[in-house]
């Protein structure tokens, strides 16, 4: 009958897997069912200690200004800015909340308002939690008093931790806050800080340009000083290289570019000197009647000479044929021709002389040109070189006279500035008296300490649960034993209202209670199961004492008899022997004696008269060491077999299994085990233990209760079944 947990399958559930612990939404309510009120208490010490803080907490106040960071109005004069440089990156709005936040600035609005002399701030009026740090912290401290800078240095740290500054979204807008114990102070000190900062603000802006102005004037000075000596040595440079300008450049640059001209006309001059003087010494050695003579040399006199003697010789030959050449007439014309051709030659000669004086004086002037343009040349060498220096010299002359003009109109505008300061910040909003407190804040504090509470009370009952090791419902039972839970039996203590009762007789006394309902359920439960197999001895057991198997056993059994079935009940804990001093106290012989002689058991059975219930009650002199042996032996079989004959059910109280062996002696012999589990007590690692000892009660093992339910607790357990589950019994007689 008995599984071992491991094959018991509970997989229906919906739920997630937690090492081994299925965490499903109906575990989940039960926890929630079953530790309700740890939870709430939770939720109400916490809503408690919330109530005390926002009573003793002190209110505080927080007023808002706001600086609005403007970029346009320093344009006016910042003529070089464009529409991308106006933009102020985010860089600078962080670092104005810094310097909003810096000791400096603070420092001088609480010199001004003088709140070292405040109470809030000069500790003459702490809070209790100050006092307590303020207390603990002078165990530590030298014992001095503060120096004045000490002092300050404080308010100054306790008003930083009471301001807060930050940048609206996205925007340039600075929004100030700052918490005081007065609505009046909040506003006064926010107000002092946002003017601290524009003043400040634009004092930094005046130092700034003023230092700019300084810089700029000293460096303009130089940058003059600068200019004018690169422009001196420009001057200088030039006049020690002979440089002297023109309009169509430097001066021996022109002079070569003339020469040269010079010296190409020079030249052709030369080369048609020449040209004249070779063809005069060529002509001379020709006949003059050659016409070339003539064509070469554009002579006048020549020419006309030439033409004479021309005429002449005609003359001659037409006498000499007429007359003979030795004919006087004839030999006066040949000397007269022969005087011309000296005149000619004469004339040739003299040409001649001339053309080659003209061609000497052409050499001479070429060779005298050649001379000057190859010196000028030289000249223009060094020239070159220097030039290239000049014009080094006059560029740095020109950067600086530049960079000279360049300050010249920042410092203007710097010095422009300087006299009119623009701050890029204003005020645009002032901060003004807050009409609420700022904290604490009533709601939330209130619904955060409920949610706080809530969630602590979840974690403690949920720990609670998961450390907590006990069982405590049917299903719990079932997933731990494997078998089937037949049912939770409430405490029946006797309530104040109810008077005392006799809990061995409980279910005669209150035959519609739950407690009664729950183990007639366990007679059907065995009723049923004796349709397979004879059942007839049950056992009740249980792992450890004190579970209620003596109580369950009395009244399951008196129950069984009151519905007129033949019972029998045993007390067969021969260790406490409960069972005898509670229903027979006076008996004198019992078990053991019958054990020892069946024939005499109708001897030592006690009938009860009111429910016809059938007692064997257990005496013995003194504990015995081998009760385990004397339970478990063969007279306690043949003893039971009379009494199967005699019986239709016989129910046997027994002793717990983990301190003592008897139960599992005893097992073999019994049909029928009902395993008592205390509820809310017993671990389910003593469970185990004690089941998983014996092999022979796991199979005997029909089921088991849960004894000792807190009503109270049960109601919440199984509130799923409903507000009418109860309705059908009767608690009370
Ligand atoms: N359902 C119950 N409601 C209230 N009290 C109970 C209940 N069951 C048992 N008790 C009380 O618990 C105590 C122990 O019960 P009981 O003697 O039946 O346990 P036991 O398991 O037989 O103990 P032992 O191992 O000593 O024999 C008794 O005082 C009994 O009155
Ligand atoms: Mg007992």
């Given at each position: 009958?008995y599984?071992?947990r491991?094959?018991?399958q509970?997989g ?9 612990a299925?965490?499903?939404f109906?575990?989940?309510?039960d926890v929630l069912r ?8 939770c939720?109400g010490a916490?809503l408690?200690?919330?109530l005390?803080?926002?009573i ?6 927080t007023?808002?200004a706001r600086?609005?960071m403007?970029t346009?109005?320093?344009?006016v004069?910042?003529k070089?800015?464009?529409t991308?440089s106006?933009?102020i990156?985010?860089g600078y ?10 000791d400096?600035l603070i ?7 003088k709140l070292t002399e ?6 003459s009026n ?6 307590i740090i303020?207390k ?10 503060a120096?004045?800078e000490r002092?300050?240095h404080?308010?100054v740290?306790?008003v ?5 500054t ?8 600075l929004s100030l806050n700052?918490?005081a ?7 006064k000190i926010a107000?002092a800080i946002?003017?601290a900062?524009?003043v400040g603000?634009?004092e930094a802006?005046y130092q700034?340009?003023k230092r700019a102005t ?13 200019a004018?000596a690169?422009?001196r040595a420009?001057?200088?440079?030039k ?6 300008g023109t309009?169509?450049?430097l001066?021996?640059e022109q002079?070569l ?14 080369a048609e ?6 063809r005069i010494?060529?002509?001379s050695?020709q006949?003059?009647a ?5 064509d ?8 006309r000479?030439r033409a004479?003697?021309l005429d ?6 037409d006498?000499?044929r007429?007359?003979g050449?030795t004919?006087?007439?004839a030999?006066n ?13 004469d004339?040739?000669h ?5 053309y ?7 050499k001479?002037r ?6 000057n343009v190859?010196?000028l040349?030289?000249?223009?060498g060094?020239t070159?070189q220097?030039?290239?220096k000049?014009?080094?010299?006059e ?7 530049n ?5 010249l109109?920042k410092?203007?505008s710097?010095t422009?500035?300087?006299s009119?300061p ?11 008296n807050p ?5 604490p ?7 955060g ?9 979840f974690?403690?009952a949920f ?5 907590s ?5 049917p299903g719990?039972?079932?997933d ?6 037949l049912?939770?039996l409430?405490d029946i203590r006797p309530?104040t209202k109810t008077?005392p009762s006799d809990?061995s007789?409980?279910?005669v006394?209150h035959p ?5 309902e729950?183990?007639?359920?366990i007679?059907?439960s ?6 397979n ?12 004492p004190k ?5 369950v056993?009395?009244n399951?059994?008196?129950l069984?008899?009151?519905?007129g079935?033949?019972t029998?009940?045993?007390d067969?804990?021969l260790?406490?022997r409960s069972?005898t001093?509670e229903?027979?106290?006076?008996a004198?012989?019992g ?6 002689d069946?024939?005499s058991?109708g001897?030592h ?7 016809g ?7 013995v002199?003194?504990r015995m060491?081998?009760s385990?042996d004397v339970?478990g032996?063969?007279?306690m079989a043949e ?5 199967r ?8 109280d027994l ?6 062996a008897?139960s599992k002696a005893?097992?073999l012999l019994?049909d029928?085990?009902v395993?008592?589990i205390e509820w809310g ?12 000892g ?6 005997k093992?029909l089921g088991a209760v ?5 009503p ?5 357990i199984e ?7 109860n309705s059908?019994?009767v608690?009370?007689a």
């Open positions: 009958m599984q071992p491991e094959h018991f509970s229906h559930r919906f739920g997630i897997e937690f090492g081994g299925v965490l499903s109906e575990r989940v309510a079953r530790q309700w009120p740890i939870i709430a208490a939720a916490s408690a200690l919330v005390v803080y926002l003793t907490a002190q209110p505080m106040y007023a808002n600086i609005m403007d346009r109005q320093a344009q004069l910042d070089d800015s464009n991308s106006a933009l990156d985010t709005v962080d670092s104005q909340v810094e310097i909003i936040n810096s400096d420092l001088s609005v609480v010199r001004r308002l405040d109470p809030e701030f000069n500790g702490p809070g209790l939690l100050s006092l303020g603990v912290s002078s165990l530590f401290g030298s014992g001095e008093p120096s004045q002092i300050e404080a308010v740290e306790q930083q931790k009471n301001l807060r930050e940048r609206v979204l996205t925007t340039y807008v700052y918490r114990r007065t609505p009046d102070k909040a506003a107000n946002a003017n900062y524009l603000a634009l802006k700034s340009t300084e810089w700029l004037q000293q460096r303009s000075l130089e940058l003059s000083e600068q004018s690169s422009d420009v001057q200088t440079f006049a020690e290289h002979n440089i002297v309009s169509r450049g001066m021996s002079q570019s003339d020469l040269n001209t010079q010296l190409v006309q020079a030249r052709a001059a030369t000197a020449k040209a004249r003087l070779d010494e060529a002509i050695d006949d003059l050659q016409p070339t003579v003539t070469a040399l554009n002579n006048s006199v020549i020419t000479l004479q003697y002449l010789q005609a003359q001659y030959a006498w000499s007429r007359y050449k004919h006087l007439a030999v014309l040949a000397n007269k021709m022969d005087e011309l051709r000296k005149n000619i030659a004339e040739l003299r040409i001649g002389d001339a080659r004086s003209d061609y000497e004086i052409a001479s070429e060779a005298s040109l050649e001379k190859k010196e040349v030289a000249q223009a060094h070159g220097a030039e290239v000049l014009r080094d010299l560029s740095a002359a020109d950067t600086y006279r960079l000279y003009n360049n300050f109109e410092l203007q710097a422009q500035n300087q009119f623009l701050s890029e910040a204003r005020l645009i909003s002032t901060a003004t009409d609420r407190k700022s904290s804040r009533t709601v939330l504090a209130l619904v300490g409920l949610v706080g509470g809530l969630c602590l009370g974690g403690v720990a609670r649960e998961l450390l090791d006990v069982l405590r419902t719990e039972v079932e731990e034993l494997g078998v089937k839970c049912g939770v409430p309530s008077g809990l007789r409980y279910v006394d519609f209670s739950r407690f009664a729950t183990l007639r359920n007679k059907v065995i009723d049923v199961a004796r349709l197999r004879e059942i007839k001895v049950i056992g009740i057991v249980s792992s450890l579970e209620g198997k003596t109580t056993a009395a399951f059994a008196q069984i008899a009151l519905t079935h033949r029998v009940l045993i067969g804990d260790h406490t069972l001093r229903l027979a106290p006076n004198k012989s078990l053991v004696e019958a054990l020892n069946p024939a058991l001897y059975v006690q009938r009860s008269k009111e429910t219930l059938d007692f064997l009650p257990s005496v002199a003194s060491v081998n385990a339970i032996s063969k007279a003893l039971l077999k009379v009494l004959e005699h019986y239709e059910y016989i129910v046997i002793a717990p299994v983990m301190p003592v008897d005893v097992s019994i029928a085990m395993y008592v007590q017993t671990t389910r690692s003593a469970l185990q233990e004690s089941v998983s014996s092999e022979v009660l796991q199979k093992l849960l004894n000792r339910a807190n109270k607790m049960l109601k919440r509130a799923y079944k409903g507000k009418h589950h059908y019994y608690e009370h």
